[in-house]
């Protein structure tokens, strides 16, 4: 089975960064537009990845985490945002890692580089980063 990436986003620019980030026959991307789609799909969906934009309406980016590791404790998450974001460091303090998607930096770049990270500590990602 192809590998699958959720991506917990509202903004379509967010899925183009998301999708250019990860390998062109890398995982097939399923997008969620609240936190509370995200939360169903990390119940019934067998992801190897959660992209997190922290902007997602709903649940706020700490609370969606906790929340998610307890339902899918093995799944990987990076969180993103398009904004300079007050909660990046406490999330950065879970160990999540955090990926400013901002005009200044070159958010496909960064995030490709965070996913390769991931994928060399967690062998069991299938995908690779790369692509763009």
């Known amino acids: 089975m192809k590998a699958c990436a959720i991506v ?3 903004n ?3 899925v183009d960064v ?4 990860l390998d062109a026959c890398g995982p097939r991307l399923l997008v969620c537009r609240s936190s509370l789609d995200v939360l169903g ?3 019934v969906v067998d992801a190897d990845l959660l992209i997190l934009d922290l902007e997602t ?7 969606l985490i906790s929340a998610i590791k ?3 404790p093995a799944l990987p998450i990076v969180a993103i945002s398009t904004k300079p974001h007050l909660e990046a460091r406490a999330v950065s303090s879970t160990g999540v890692p955090y990926v400013p998607l901002t005009s200044r930096s070159n958010g496909r770049e960064v995030l490709s580089t965070e996913v390769a990270r991931l994928r060399s500590t967690r062998p ?4 690779q980063a790369g692509g763009g």
């Open 8 to 10: 917990c986003t509202k």
């Open 12 to 14: 379509p620019a967010v």
């Open 18 to 21: 998301v999708s250019g980030a």
């Open 41 to 43: 799909a990390a119940q």
């Open 57 to 63: 309406p709903g649940l706020n980016g700490l609370l």
């Open 70 to 72: 307890k339902l899918a």
């Open 124 to 127: 069991l990602l299938p995908f």
